[in-house]
């Protein structure tokens, strides 16, 4: 390894120190963990945590929509509840921010010493996947779910865990959002056209943006939707589908941090996409 390419894994190891420490993904503009409680189930022998924000249902309310919100590897429930504050932007909704076990990273933590989610369909046991499932089940048999606004949202390899819910769980599923993320080859085939919101970095030194490029495309032949999109608000692009599967998309300039701003716009889909 030459001086040049030590250099430049350092680097790179250092953004993603900085983007995996705890208020790093987002500086969370004020949001924190306070009124989130600590759930607990046991999946296959194991203790499986998540911070939940669930708003106290009022007589007469509709059922609540619900989302599940995966951090990046390294990170954890509070930092994820803190970089997308999904619990803050939408206060009706049930939102759920587990906590992963430690995994051999694909870009860093070869040992897997830090917290993450599988990476595929029957890896680690699909542990991560019957935890999902447990959750969901928890969620729908303690509160008043509407099963047509469930939704997911992840950043980096929170995000590819967003993809495998994509593919393995798609049914239960209304909208997905993965950031900094890609759709891996062998899940696409397997996967039904949805609603999904794509955040990416151009400047992104992890998972490169050439890389998110061709998994946006691969995405957009899945849903049948405009290679060309047009604006829908600030900052994000609409590809319009032909199966109602419509594909937005927040390109940002800077790198692999989730964006400040990506959790209430990742709302605001979420919304439009539950109608």
């Keep these: 390894m030459t001086n040049r390419h030590r250099l430049s894994l350092v680097v790179i190891l250092a953004l993603f120190a900085v983007s995996a420490a705890p208020?790093?993904?987002?500086?969370?503009?004020?949001?924190?963990?306070?009124?989130?409680?600590?759930?607990?189930?046991?999946v296959d022998g194991v203790r499986r945590t998540a911070l939940v924000a669930a708003p106290a249902r009022r007589a007469g309310a509709a059922p609540a929509p619900l989302v599940f919100v995966f951090h990046g590897h390294g990170g954890n429930s509070a930092n994820a509840a803190r970089s997308f504050g999904i619990h803050t932007a939408w206060p009706?909704?049930?939102?759920?921010?587990?906590?992963g076990l430690p995994t051999v990273g694909q870009l860093t933590d070869p040992e897997g010493t830090?917290?993450?989610?599988?990476?595929?369909?029957?890896?680690?046991?699909?542990?991560?996947?019957?935890?999902?499932d447990a959750m969901l089940a928890w969620a729908t048999g303690t509160h008043a779910i509407d099963p047509a606004r469930v939704f997911a949202a992840g950043h980096s390899n929170g995000g590819s865990m967003v993809y495998l819910l994509w593919a393995a769980r798609g049914d239960r599923f209304a909208a997905l959002a993965p950031s900094s993320s890609v759709f891996r080859r062998p899940l696409v085939p397997v996967a039904k056209p949805k609603p999904v919101f794509i955040v990416a970095g151009r400047?992104?030194?992890?998972?490169?943006?050439t890389s998110q490029q061709r998994s946006l495309e691969s995405v957009l032949r899945l849903n049948q939707a405009e290679a060309t999109g047009r604006p829908w608000s600030d900052?994000?692009?609409?590809?319009?589908?032909?199966v109602g599967a419509d594909v937005f998309t927040y390109i940002h300039p800077g790198g692999h941090q989730l964006p400040d701003d990506a959790g209430e716009k990742m709302v605001t889909f979420f919304k439009s996409a539950g109608k």
Excluded: C
Aim: glycine fraction near 16%.
């Design 23 to 42: 208020g790093a993904q987002g500086r969370g503009r004020g949001r924190g963990t306070a009124g989130l409680t600590t759930e607990a189930w046991t």
């Design 92 to 99: 009706e909704a049930i939102v759920i921010y587990p906590q």
């Design 114 to 132: 830090r917290p993450g989610w599988q990476h595929e369909p029957g890896g680690e046991g699909d542990r991560d996947l019957k935890f999902v």
């Design 203 to 209: 400047k992104d030194p992890l998972v490169l943006f």
């Design 235 to 242: 900052s994000i692009v609409r590809h319009a589908s032909s």
